[in-house]
């Protein structure tokens, strides 16, 4: 795991030359209605992107319709952004970026990733992680907006499902068998999801995060836990051991003497 800003990240990523692994952590403001919403501004959106980058949007649905046979899509050509322009990255990779610059001469840099296992998000309310019930209500409400699938691909059983996350928003980057961590905080947050997916051990968690300065307490915290639970199996186990020599004690009681 190596410390990384966002421009080292883009230095990592302008080095991809062809069709590349990636896995990407993202912490950003969702897509949300203003008028009359409550939660406006209040909610952040954790979401982990698996996928490929330096790979072509327009090749993946073309070769996606020659797997379902849909012939009108076979010789599919994405149009022009709505919105940004395209940009080739360091090593000539053509429209790996995308740069949209603001009225006041603002640029963002966004990552062009093809995800491949698109991950269900969490959504955090003034930064406590909201429950599954809490978010569902808001995009019934309307306060959360729902994304769409684009009519381009009509015809198609499986999308191809295309990402842009903007490269300030990135907590973690996981590519070339590295990680590249650029906000250590949300880094640790999205190992404690995977922890309770059951992806991770928390001895593996503070084996990661030891030693790292801005963690400190948080990693405290995981050794008091794993203590915890290492002093409550063994309790368990004696206790365990215990109601077996009982009913054991109890079978030889009904022994019958012979």
């Not at 692994?21 to 912490?27: H, T």
């Amino acid at each position: 795991m190596q410390h990384a800003n966002a421009e080292r990240i883009r230095d990592i990523l302008d080095r991809v030359s062809g069709s590349t692994a990636i896995s990407v952590d993202i912490e950003s403001a969702p897509s949300m209605n203003k008028t009359g919403n409550p939660f406006y501004g209040r909610i952040t959106k954790c979401s982990t992107i698996h996928g490929l980058v330096g790979c072509s949007y327009s090749q993946g649905v073309r070769n996606q319709a020659a797997r379902e046979d849909i012939v009108s899509l076979m010789q599919f050509s994405a149009q022009q952004p709505k919105w940004g322009t395209l940009e080739s990255n360091a090593a000539g990779k053509q429209g790996f970026w995308k740069i949209h610059t603001l009225k006041n001469g603002e640029s963002h840099r966004y990552i062009r990733i093809m995800a491949i296992t698109p991950q269900k998000p969490t959504y955090k309310l003034d930064g406590e992680i909201m429950t599954d019930e809490q978010v569902s209500d808001c995009f019934e409400q309307g306060y959360l907006k729902r994304s769409r699938k684009p009519k381009t691909q009509d015809g198609l059983e499986k999308e191809i499902v295309w990402r842009e996350p903007r490269l300030d928003h990135v907590v973690a980057v996981r590519m070339f068998g590295d990680t590249f961590v650029a906000k250590i905080e949300g880094h640790l947050e999205a190992v404690l999801r995977k922890r309770e997916q059951g992806r991770l051990t928390t001895e593996e968690i503070i084996e990661m995060f030891s030693g790292i300065p801005e963690v400190s307490s948080e990693v405290e915290t995981l050794r008091i836990e794993q203590e915890r639970e290492r002093v409550e199996a063994i309790e368990e186990a004696i206790e365990a051991e215990t109601v077996v020599a009982d009913e054991v004690e109890y079978a030889d009681d009904m022994t019958p003497d012979i």
